[in-house]
Protein backbone atom coordinates (compact mmCIF):
# COMPACT_ATOMS: atom_id res chain seq x y z
CA UNK A 1 0.00 0.00 0.00
CA UNK A 2 1.28 2.94 -0.70
CA UNK A 3 2.32 5.96 1.71
CA UNK A 4 -0.18 8.92 2.30
CA UNK A 5 1.07 11.68 0.58
CA UNK A 6 1.42 15.36 2.78
CA UNK A 7 -1.71 16.34 1.04
CA UNK A 8 -3.98 13.29 2.38
CA UNK A 9 -2.43 13.42 5.80
CA UNK A 10 -3.45 16.85 5.92
CA UNK A 11 -7.06 16.65 4.69
CA UNK A 12 -7.88 13.64 7.02
CA UNK A 13 -6.95 15.90 10.03
CA UNK A 14 -9.03 18.68 8.63
CA UNK A 15 -11.45 16.19 8.32
CA UNK A 16 -11.61 14.95 11.85
CA UNK A 17 -11.08 18.48 13.38
CA UNK A 18 -14.11 19.41 11.38
CA UNK A 19 -16.09 16.51 12.53
CA UNK A 20 -14.90 16.72 15.83
CA UNK A 21 -17.24 17.70 18.51
CA UNK A 22 -16.25 20.23 21.13
CA UNK A 23 -14.90 19.97 24.71
CA UNK A 24 -15.14 21.75 27.82
CA UNK A 25 -12.36 23.77 27.36
CA UNK A 26 -13.17 24.44 23.03
CA UNK A 27 -15.71 26.06 21.71
CA UNK A 28 -17.45 25.69 18.09
CA UNK A 29 -15.33 28.26 16.54
CA UNK A 30 -12.26 27.30 17.91
CA UNK A 31 -13.00 23.90 16.04
CA UNK A 32 -13.95 25.47 12.84
CA UNK A 33 -11.00 28.00 12.65
CA UNK A 34 -8.16 24.88 13.47
CA UNK A 35 -10.05 22.78 10.63
CA UNK A 36 -10.43 25.58 7.93
CA UNK A 37 -6.30 26.40 9.03
CA UNK A 38 -5.61 22.70 8.16
CA UNK A 39 -7.89 22.50 4.93
CA UNK A 40 -5.66 25.49 3.65
CA UNK A 41 -2.93 23.61 4.24
CA UNK A 42 -4.40 20.25 2.90
CA UNK A 43 -5.49 22.44 -0.57
CA UNK A 44 -1.86 24.01 -0.46
CA UNK A 45 0.10 20.76 -0.43
CA UNK A 46 -2.33 19.27 -2.99
CA UNK A 47 -1.60 22.63 -5.45
CA UNK A 48 2.49 21.87 -4.79
CA UNK A 49 1.01 18.27 -6.11
CA UNK A 50 -0.44 19.84 -9.25
CA UNK A 51 -3.65 18.29 -7.96
CA UNK A 52 -5.87 21.06 -8.56
CA UNK A 53 -9.30 19.80 -8.33
CA UNK A 54 -8.46 18.31 -5.24
CA UNK A 55 -7.03 21.41 -3.63
CA UNK A 56 -10.30 23.46 -5.10
CA UNK A 57 -12.18 21.43 -3.26
CA UNK A 58 -10.14 21.58 -0.08
CA UNK A 59 -10.40 25.61 -0.55
CA UNK A 60 -14.03 25.06 -0.60
CA UNK A 61 -14.26 23.25 2.91
CA UNK A 62 -11.91 26.03 4.30
CA UNK A 63 -14.91 28.44 3.36
CA UNK A 64 -17.16 26.66 4.67
CA UNK A 65 -15.28 26.67 7.88
CA UNK A 66 -14.47 30.04 7.60
CA UNK A 67 -18.29 30.62 7.48
CA UNK A 68 -18.73 28.80 10.36
CA UNK A 69 -16.90 31.06 12.45
CA UNK A 70 -18.69 34.30 10.97
CA UNK A 71 -14.94 35.28 9.22
CA UNK A 72 -16.97 36.52 6.09
CA UNK A 73 -13.54 38.10 4.70
CA UNK A 74 -11.66 34.91 4.76
CA UNK A 75 -14.62 33.08 3.50
CA UNK A 76 -14.57 34.86 0.20
CA UNK A 77 -11.13 34.63 0.24
CA UNK A 78 -11.07 31.05 0.55
CA UNK A 79 -13.70 30.57 -2.27
CA UNK A 80 -11.65 33.15 -4.56
CA UNK A 81 -8.70 30.80 -3.97
CA UNK A 82 -10.78 27.67 -4.71
CA UNK A 83 -11.90 29.41 -8.07
CA UNK A 84 -8.14 29.99 -8.80
CA UNK A 85 -7.39 26.17 -8.32
CA UNK A 86 -10.41 25.05 -10.45
CA UNK A 87 -9.20 27.45 -13.02
CA UNK A 88 -6.68 24.75 -13.88
CA UNK A 89 -8.94 22.63 -15.88
CA UNK A 90 -11.84 22.12 -14.18
CA UNK A 91 -14.26 25.67 -15.61
CA UNK A 92 -17.59 24.73 -14.10
CA UNK A 93 -16.55 24.43 -10.27
CA UNK A 94 -14.69 27.74 -10.85
CA UNK A 95 -17.43 29.42 -11.67
CA UNK A 96 -19.21 27.94 -9.17
CA UNK A 97 -16.20 29.27 -6.28
CA UNK A 98 -16.32 32.78 -8.28
CA UNK A 99 -20.37 32.98 -7.58
CA UNK A 100 -20.20 32.03 -4.04
CA UNK A 101 -16.86 34.72 -3.68
CA UNK A 102 -18.81 37.39 -5.09
CA UNK A 103 -21.63 36.80 -2.95
CA UNK A 104 -19.54 37.40 -0.09
CA UNK A 105 -17.95 40.38 -1.36
CA UNK A 106 -21.38 42.18 -2.09
CA UNK A 107 -22.75 41.29 1.51
CA UNK A 108 -19.13 43.07 2.38
CA UNK A 109 -20.16 46.12 -0.05
CA UNK A 110 -16.76 44.93 -1.94
CA UNK A 111 -18.16 45.52 -5.10
CA UNK A 112 -15.16 46.59 -6.59
CA UNK A 113 -13.59 43.53 -6.24
CA UNK A 114 -17.02 41.70 -6.88
CA UNK A 115 -16.38 43.35 -10.63
CA UNK A 116 -13.28 41.55 -10.99
CA UNK A 117 -14.96 38.49 -10.18
CA UNK A 118 -17.65 38.74 -12.00
CA UNK A 119 -15.58 39.81 -15.17
CA UNK A 120 -13.49 36.56 -14.33
CA UNK A 121 -16.56 34.60 -14.93
CA UNK A 122 -17.49 36.39 -18.03
CA UNK A 123 -13.65 35.54 -19.26
CA UNK A 124 -14.17 31.91 -18.52
CA UNK A 125 -17.59 31.26 -20.52
CA UNK A 126 -15.89 32.81 -23.32
CA UNK A 127 -12.56 31.51 -23.29
CA UNK A 128 -14.22 28.10 -22.95
CA UNK A 129 -17.01 28.75 -25.00
CA UNK A 130 -19.34 27.47 -22.60
CA UNK A 131 -22.18 30.27 -22.69
CA UNK A 132 -22.18 33.50 -24.76
CA UNK A 133 -25.04 34.89 -23.40
CA UNK A 134 -24.25 34.64 -19.75
CA UNK A 135 -20.66 35.37 -20.32
CA UNK A 136 -22.25 38.83 -21.93
CA UNK A 137 -24.38 39.17 -19.09
CA UNK A 138 -21.43 38.74 -16.72
CA UNK A 139 -19.65 41.46 -18.18
CA UNK A 140 -22.73 44.00 -18.19
CA UNK A 141 -22.74 43.18 -14.27
CA UNK A 142 -19.06 43.77 -13.49
CA UNK A 143 -19.40 46.78 -15.69
CA UNK A 144 -22.28 48.00 -13.80
CA UNK A 145 -20.18 47.78 -10.46
CA UNK A 146 -17.40 49.07 -12.10
CA UNK A 147 -19.20 51.88 -12.98
CA UNK A 148 -20.97 52.90 -9.43
CA UNK A 149 -17.12 52.27 -7.86
CA UNK A 150 -16.23 54.82 -10.49
CA UNK A 151 -13.71 53.11 -12.42
CA UNK A 152 -15.03 54.10 -15.30
CA UNK A 153 -12.08 53.08 -17.81
CA UNK A 154 -12.55 49.61 -16.86
CA UNK A 155 -16.76 49.79 -16.85
CA UNK A 156 -16.12 50.74 -20.45
CA UNK A 157 -14.22 47.76 -21.36
CA UNK A 158 -16.28 45.36 -19.72
CA UNK A 159 -19.32 47.27 -21.58
CA UNK A 160 -17.55 47.10 -25.38
CA UNK A 161 -16.85 43.07 -24.17
CA UNK A 162 -21.07 42.87 -24.27
CA UNK A 163 -21.69 44.63 -26.88
CA UNK A 164 -19.29 42.52 -28.73
CA UNK A 165 -21.04 39.34 -27.42
CA UNK A 166 -24.60 41.33 -27.96
CA UNK A 167 -23.50 41.35 -31.64
CA UNK A 168 -21.94 37.60 -32.01
CA UNK A 169 -25.40 36.46 -30.78
CA UNK A 170 -26.90 38.90 -33.46
CA UNK A 171 -28.92 40.82 -30.52
CA UNK A 172 -27.47 43.93 -32.76
CA UNK A 173 -29.87 46.41 -31.16
CA UNK A 174 -28.21 45.86 -27.26
CA UNK A 175 -25.10 45.92 -28.91
CA UNK A 176 -25.36 49.61 -30.79
CA UNK A 177 -26.69 50.68 -27.56
CA UNK A 178 -23.86 50.08 -25.64
CA UNK A 179 -21.40 50.98 -27.85
CA UNK A 180 -22.91 54.39 -28.12
CA UNK A 181 -23.09 54.33 -24.25
CA UNK A 182 -19.44 53.59 -24.32
CA UNK A 183 -18.33 55.98 -26.89
CA UNK A 184 -20.60 58.99 -25.22
CA UNK A 185 -18.74 58.11 -21.88
CA UNK A 186 -15.28 57.90 -23.59
CA UNK A 187 -15.77 61.74 -25.42
CA UNK A 188 -15.48 63.53 -22.32
CA UNK A 189 -11.83 62.59 -21.77
CA UNK A 190 -8.49 63.74 -24.15
CA UNK A 191 -7.40 59.26 -22.87
CA UNK A 192 -10.44 57.82 -24.58
CA UNK A 193 -11.61 59.77 -27.45
CA UNK A 194 -9.11 58.10 -29.37
CA UNK A 195 -11.09 55.25 -29.29
CA UNK A 196 -14.62 56.73 -29.72
CA UNK A 197 -14.60 56.68 -34.09
CA UNK A 198 -13.55 52.44 -32.83
CA UNK A 199 -17.25 52.28 -30.54
CA UNK A 200 -19.23 54.14 -33.68
CA UNK A 201 -17.72 51.96 -36.74
CA UNK A 202 -19.06 48.96 -34.60
CA UNK A 203 -22.12 50.51 -34.05
CA UNK A 204 -22.41 51.39 -37.94
CA UNK A 205 -21.40 47.99 -38.69
CA UNK A 206 -24.55 46.27 -36.33
CA UNK A 207 -27.00 48.24 -38.25
CA UNK A 208 -25.62 47.20 -41.68
CA UNK A 209 -25.96 43.82 -39.80
CA UNK A 210 -28.93 44.44 -39.42
CA UNK A 211 -29.96 45.38 -43.30
CA UNK A 212 -30.55 49.02 -42.16
CA UNK A 213 -28.22 51.34 -44.28
CA UNK A 214 -30.67 54.04 -43.44
CA UNK A 215 -30.31 53.64 -39.76
CA UNK A 216 -26.26 53.33 -40.52
CA UNK A 217 -26.09 56.90 -42.38
CA UNK A 218 -28.25 58.79 -39.79
CA UNK A 219 -26.07 57.19 -36.83
CA UNK A 220 -22.83 58.62 -39.17
CA UNK A 221 -24.60 61.94 -39.09
CA UNK A 222 -25.21 61.78 -34.95
CA UNK A 223 -21.91 60.84 -34.70
CA UNK A 224 -20.54 63.71 -36.63
CA UNK A 225 -22.78 65.95 -34.75
CA UNK A 226 -21.04 64.95 -31.29
CA UNK A 227 -17.37 65.14 -33.19
CA UNK A 228 -17.04 66.83 -35.88
CA UNK A 229 -13.41 64.87 -36.43
CA UNK A 230 -14.81 62.10 -36.88
CA UNK A 231 -16.11 62.50 -41.02
CA UNK A 232 -12.45 62.63 -41.74
CA UNK A 233 -11.29 59.65 -40.00
CA UNK A 234 -10.86 56.25 -42.08
CA UNK A 235 -13.26 54.43 -39.91
CA UNK A 236 -16.57 56.91 -41.21
CA UNK A 237 -14.64 56.93 -45.02
CA UNK A 238 -14.58 52.98 -44.54
CA UNK A 239 -18.21 52.89 -43.40
CA UNK A 240 -19.56 55.13 -45.89
CA UNK A 241 -18.07 53.05 -48.13
CA UNK A 242 -19.85 50.28 -46.95
CA UNK A 243 -23.01 51.89 -46.83
CA UNK A 244 -22.77 53.02 -50.61
CA UNK A 245 -21.79 49.40 -51.64
CA UNK A 246 -24.62 47.66 -49.60
CA UNK A 247 -27.12 50.39 -50.99
CA UNK A 248 -26.21 49.25 -54.50
CA UNK A 249 -25.73 45.58 -54.51
CA UNK A 250 -22.56 46.31 -55.47
CA UNK A 251 -20.41 43.42 -54.23
CA UNK A 252 -16.71 44.52 -55.64
CA UNK A 253 -16.86 47.74 -54.10
CA UNK A 254 -17.66 46.12 -50.65
CA UNK A 255 -14.97 43.84 -50.76
CA UNK A 256 -12.42 46.65 -52.22
CA UNK A 257 -13.42 48.93 -49.71
CA UNK A 258 -12.70 46.18 -46.66
CA UNK A 259 -9.12 44.98 -48.34
CA UNK A 260 -8.29 48.76 -48.68
CA UNK A 261 -9.00 49.29 -45.15
CA UNK A 262 -7.64 45.98 -43.82
CA UNK A 263 -4.25 47.05 -45.83
CA UNK A 264 -3.97 49.92 -43.12
CA UNK A 265 -5.79 48.77 -40.01
CA UNK A 266 -5.86 45.29 -39.98
CA UNK A 267 -9.24 43.71 -39.36
CA UNK A 268 -9.30 41.79 -35.98
CA UNK A 269 -11.83 38.31 -35.66
CA UNK A 270 -14.78 40.00 -34.79
CA UNK A 271 -15.19 42.63 -37.32
CA UNK A 272 -13.96 39.70 -40.04
CA UNK A 273 -17.24 37.67 -38.63
CA UNK A 274 -19.87 40.46 -38.71
CA UNK A 275 -18.34 41.90 -42.77
CA UNK A 276 -18.82 38.31 -43.58
CA UNK A 277 -21.98 38.52 -42.86
CA UNK A 278 -22.71 41.71 -44.03
CA UNK A 279 -21.41 40.70 -47.76
CA UNK A 280 -23.37 37.60 -47.63
CA UNK A 281 -26.77 39.75 -47.59
CA UNK A 282 -25.67 42.16 -50.01
CA UNK A 283 -25.15 39.01 -52.82
CA UNK A 284 -25.46 35.64 -50.88
CA UNK A 285 -23.99 33.87 -54.08
CA UNK A 286 -20.81 35.31 -53.77
CA UNK A 287 -17.84 33.58 -52.31
CA UNK A 288 -16.69 35.51 -49.34
CA UNK A 289 -13.74 37.76 -48.86
CA UNK A 290 -10.52 36.77 -46.95
Known amino acids: ????????????????????????FSSSSTKYEEAGDLYQQAAN??????LFKEAGDCFAREAECRENCKEDNEAANAWWNAAKAYKRGYPQQAIEALSQTISRLTKLGRF?????????IGQIYLQEGIDLRKACESYERAGDWYAQEDATATANQCYK????LHADLEEYPQAIARYQEVANASLGSALTKYSV??????????????????QARRSIQGYQAQDMAFGSTRECKFLIA??????????????????EFDQVTKLDNWKTNILLKIKRDVQSDEPGFT
Do not use: H
Open 161 to 164: DAAD
Open 112 to 120: RQAADREKE
Open 45 to 50: AYKLDK
Open 242 to 259: LIESFEAGDIEGFTGAVV
Open 197 to 214: KEYWLRAGLCALAMNDPV
Open 1 to 24: MAPKSNAQSLLEKADKKANSSTGW
